[in-house]
Structures are given as C-alpha cells and as structure tokens.
Nanobody, 114 residues
Framework: QVQLVESGGGLVQPGGSLRLSCAAS????????MGWYRQAPGKQRELVAR??????NYADSVKGRFTISRDNAKNTLDLQMNSLKPEDTAVYYC?????????WGQGTQVVVSS
C-alpha cells in the first residue's frame, strides 16, 4: 500500500510558475512508473507527464514547459511547471503504478488566471 499526498497547487498568473510535489508513504525506488495527471472541469483526466527510473515523457501540450522529476531517496515526485497558461487550470493528481496496483493522490488544485 502506498499513500500519495500532493502539495504546491495554488493560483498563479499566466506566464508564472508553480512546483508541485508528491510525497509517498513508502519507498518509491521499486516503483517503476510514476506520473502526474490532471483533470479540468467537465473534462476527462489526462496524462501530463510520467517518469520511470530510465526516462520521461510528456503530453504535447506541456512539452518544453513542464519538467517531471523523482527523488527515490526522499520518496518524492515533483512537477516543475513554467510558462503556465489558463488552459493548465485543473486538479493535478500524482500516480504510481506498482505491480498490478495503481495508486492516486487526492489532488491539488492549480488555477492559472489574471
């Protein structure tokens, strides 16, 4: 069992930056795949970025603006978000896939607005 707790969301102006963090209750060194997803009002949850112990990949809409990283020693997963746009407004969720189990955090709200 892994509990995931996100933090770092908030209100930011267009063009601004935020850093989201996800703290895991157990070691993530054995978790091959972790990621960030988001869900905007009235839309389906979508993948933002994911990371393994060997690489990363990003949704086209965030490439070049967002950076995902993990710290296996601290059991954390981060998402650095730069050049934020109003369309990035959503609840952001941390995800971990360990074996056949999928774990989700409770989400953190990001609002990009002037």
């Amino acid at each position: 069992q892994v509990q995931l707790v996100e933090s770092g969301g908030g209100l930011v102006q267009p063009g601004g930056s935020l850093r989201l963090s996800c703290a895991a209750s157990a070691s993530i060194s054995s978790i091959y795949l972790m990621g960030w997803y988001r869900q905007a009002p009235g839309k389906q949850r979508e993948l933002v970025a994911r990371i393994t112990n060997g690489g990363t990949n990003y949704a086209d809409s965030v490439k070049g603006r967002f950076t995902i990283s993990r710290d296996n020693a601290k059991n954390t997963l981060d998402l650095q978000m730069n050049s934020l746009k109003p369309e990035d407004t959503a609840v952001y969720y941390c995800n971990a896939q360990k074996g056949l189990m999928t774990y989700w955090g409770q989400g953190t709200q990001v609002v990009v607005s002037s």
